[in-house]
């Protein structure tokens, strides 16, 4: 039970940590490139090096297409993808930072 609660203790520092620190490289130019549709476009930065990374975006994806209207059977697989996309990005990439942009076309995706 100690070493459960001094791994909890260890990944909400760097989590705090993370979420304490300035706007990275990427996800600031994640918002350059898409400046005109802030409405239709869901940003969310994550540690490149935090395997915990994957089910946070795996959760923002999910509750974001879901407030936006994205059908019920649509979000299992938007899900899926996105934890494969990040455990992939954590697995063979070497990035400090990740950044998660999940839009949709005007019509579809409710803003």
């Known amino acids: 039970m100690t070493d459960a ?3 909890a ?3 909400a520092d760097c989590r705090r940590r993370w979420l304490d620190r300035p706007e990275g490289p990427l996800l600031a130019a994640v918002r350059t490139a898409h400046p005109h549709s802030p409405g239709r476009v869901a ?5 490149g090096t935090d395997l915990a990374s994957t089910p946070a975006a795996r959760r923002h994806v999910r509750t974001t297409a879901r ?3 994205v059908p ?3 979000l299992d697989s938007l899900e899926t993808v996105t934890g494969a996309l990040v455990a992939n ?3 063979h990439g070497d990035s400090a930072e990740l950044a998660v942009t999940l839009g ?3 019509g579809w995706w409710s803003g």
């Open 9 to 11: 203790l260890r990944i």
């Open 104 to 106: 949709g076309a005007a």
């Open 89 to 91: 990005a954590l697995e």
């Open 43 to 47: 940003l969310l930065g994550l540690p």
């Open 5 to 7: 609660l001094g791994d």
């Open 67 to 69: 407030a936006r209207g």
């Open 72 to 74: 019920v059977d649509v």
